[in-house]
């Protein structure tokens, strides 16, 4: 058997070795762009070398001692010393008048009401967090605490965070934030959606009035009746969904939240109709309840 040795020229060698360094570089930077674990959400806060510091919300435990004042065990929900439970709700990070804030949101459960209606809500209460600069990191100082926010939801329980869709965000004339945050209920075999509205005040007072956050109620956006459906019955089965959206005022400060539905709703027994643009829906700023009507009517 003869044995044949090929040489290869120094100049090919090289060539080869810088195209393999090149490719590796391009094949890492791709790697890293479509892995998601390696991937950190930007923040305002950089390193000296300029790279970006994710900064964690603070944790729900913390929000809870935050707002009730009384420190559990750190979980997301716990009883304080007169039996009433809290619990974490949800969490927001959002910019406004140039700061960079997180709120979150929490809730208690009636005491006293052991057979809660449709009716009987939660108490809403929120502790908000200012992204700051302590000794060259960032951190979330508090900014403001507040355990009467307002009341949701029903039967007792409050109205679940729709992690399927995003929270909306305006910013209206007078420097207040208004919050959309997607919500879901269930009753009777449906399942209605909405939205829970939210307004933030970010000028902060030390007067003794100052509220920081209200609740304004919860505009529905659609239905799926799937649960109790029956296609060979009289109630058909029907998904109807409603996209939101801000109307700025002609005057005021406080926009309409007009809700544009698609999709189909009973219109009879055993008879469905399809949403047009006549079902469209404008919710107005009722400023003496402090709320927007139409309500939520489930």
């Not at 959309?180 to 009753?187: G, H, L, V």
């Not at 999709?263 to 003496?288: C, E, F």
Request: glycine content about 12%; some cysteine.
């Amino acid at each position: 058997m003869t044995t044949h040795i090929h040489f290869i020229s120094p100049k090919l060698i090289a060539l080869m070795i810088s195209f393999g360094v090149c490719a590796g570089n391009a094949l890492a930077k791709d790697s890293q762009a479509g892995n998601p674990a390696t991937a950190q959400p930007v923040s305002s806060a950089t390193t000296e070398t300029g790279a970006a510091v994710y900064l964690p919300p603070p944790p729900a435990g913390r929000v809870l001692a935050d707002v009730y004042g009384e420190k559990g065990d750190g979980s997301a929900s716990y009883a304080l010393e007169d039996k009433t439970v809290v619990s974490f709700w949800r969490g927001e990070t959002y910019e406004v008048a140039g700061k960079r804030f997180y709120t979150g949101f929490a809730y208690h459960a009636p005491k006293d009401d052991e057979l809660p209606g449709p009716a009987t809500g939660v108490g809403i209460s929120q502790a908000t967090y200012l992204k700051d600069d302590i000794q060259g990191k960032p951190a979330w100082t508090l900014f403001h605490a507040q355990p009467d926010v307002g009341t949701f939801g029903g039967y007792g329980k409050p109205d679940q965070p729709d992690r399927t869709r995003v929270a909306q965000r305006y910013v209206m004339r007078n420097g207040h934030l208004l919050l959309a945050i997607p919500t879901s209920r269930f009753a009777d075999g449906v399942k209605s959606t909405g939205f829970a509205i939210l307004s933030f005040d970010p000028a902060k007072n030390d007067l003794g009035d100052y509220k920081g956050w209200q609740y304004v109620g919860t505009v529905a956006t659609g239905e799926d009746n799937g649960a109790a459906c029956d296609d060979e019955g009289p109630m058909k089965c029907v998904v109807s969904k409603g996209a939101l959206a801000f109307v700025a005022p002609k005057s005021g400060v406080m926009p309409t939240l007009q809700v544009t539905m698609q999709g189909k709703v009973v219109s009879g027994p055993g008879k469905t109709r399809t949403l047009d643009a006549k079902d469209t829906i404008n919710h107005v700023y009722d400023s003496a309840a402090r709320h927007y009507v139409p309500p939520l009517d489930r």
